[in-house]
C-alpha cells in the first residue's frame, strides 16, 4: 500500500542524495576532483536503497516517483556539464549537450503518457544507460586524479564516454518509438482525463454543439494530476 505522508525513509534518503548531486556538480568546477570522484560514488552506489525501501515498507509517494529520477537527472546531467568546464576534459560540451537532451525528451514523453493515466516505466535499457554514464563519469574524473594518466585509462575513458553516448541516444530512441506506438495504439492518451467516480459534475442542458464542449472542460478542471 502506497503511503501518504512524503515525510518517510526514501524520500530522506533521496533528500541527502540531491545534497550530494549538488556538491559533486560545485566540487567539480573548483577541482576538487578526489573529493567530487568520492562523493559521487556515495550518491550512485545509495540510488538503489530508497526505491528498494519505498517497495518493501510500502513507502511509494507521488513525491517520491517524481523527486528520485529529477535527483539521478541532475547528478548524471550535472556532471558532464561540470566536467564540461575542467580544462583538458576529455568529457565534450556536445557530449553534454546530448545526455541532457535525451533526459528532457524522455522526461516530456513520460509525463504526457502517464499524466493521460498510460504507463512508462523505465525499461532495462534505461537502467543499463545509468550505469554507463556513471562509469564514464568515474573514468573522466580519475583522468584528473591519477597523474601521470595511464594509456589504459585514457582508453577506458574514451570507450566508456563514446558508450555512454551510444546508450543514451539509442535509448532515447528506444523511448520514443514506445510512446508513439502507445499514443496510436490509444488515441486517447494525449487527450484522456481520468474523472474520479465521486467527482460532481453540475449538468449542463444540451442546447447547442457547444454546450458538449462545456461538459469536457468541467471535467476536466476537476482531474488535474500532480
Not at 524522455?106 to 544507460?129: C, N, P, Q, Y
Request: charged share 15%.
Amino acid at each position: 500500500m502506497a503511503s501518504s505522508s512524503i515525510y518517510n525513509v526514501p524520500n530522506a534518503l533521496t533528500t541527502v542524495r540531491f545534497a550530494l548531486a549538488i556538491a559533486v556538480v560545485v566540487l567539480i568546477p573548483m577541482g576538487e576532483t578526489w573529493p567530487a570522484l568520492i562523493v559521487f560514488l556515495i550518491a550512485v552506489s545509495t540510488d538503489w536503497m530508497d526505491g528498494y525501501w519505498a517497495r518493501k515498507y510500502g513507502q511509494v509517494t507521488k513525491l517520491g516517483r517524481i523527486f528520485d529520477p529529477f535527483v539521478d537527472k541532475i547528478i548524471i546531467c550535472g556532471s558532464f556539464i561540470a566536467l564540461v568546464e575542467v580544462d583538458d576534459s576529455p568529457v565534450k560540451s556536445w557530449m553534454a549537450t546530448i545526455v541532457v537532451a535525451r533526459e528532457l525528451l524522455v522526461t516530456s514523453l513520460r509525463g504526457i503518457i502517464e499524466g493521460a493515466g498510460g504507463d512508462f516505466s523505465a525499461s532495462w535499457l534505461g537502467k543499463w544507460k545509468m550505469v554507463v554514464q556513471c562509469a564514464a563519469v568515474v573514468a573522466a574524473l580519475l583522468t584528473f586524479v591519477v597523474l601521470p594518466v595511464p594509456a589504459w585509462l585514457n582508453i577506458t575513458t574514451l570507450v566508456l564516454l563514446w558508450g555512454a553516448i551510444f546508450i543514451t541516444v539509442y535509448s532515447g530512441v528506444d523511448y520514443t518509438l514506445i510512446a508513439a506506438r502507445v499514443m496510436q495504439s490509444d488515441p486517447q492518451t494525449l487527450t484522456q482525463v481520468d474523472v474520479p467516480a465521486s467527482a460532481s459534475i453540475p449538468a449542463v442542458p444540451n442546447e447547442d454543439a457547444g454546450d458538449e464542449t462545456h461538459r469536457d472542460e468541467a471535467a476536466g478542471s476537476v482531474s488535474d494530476r500532480d
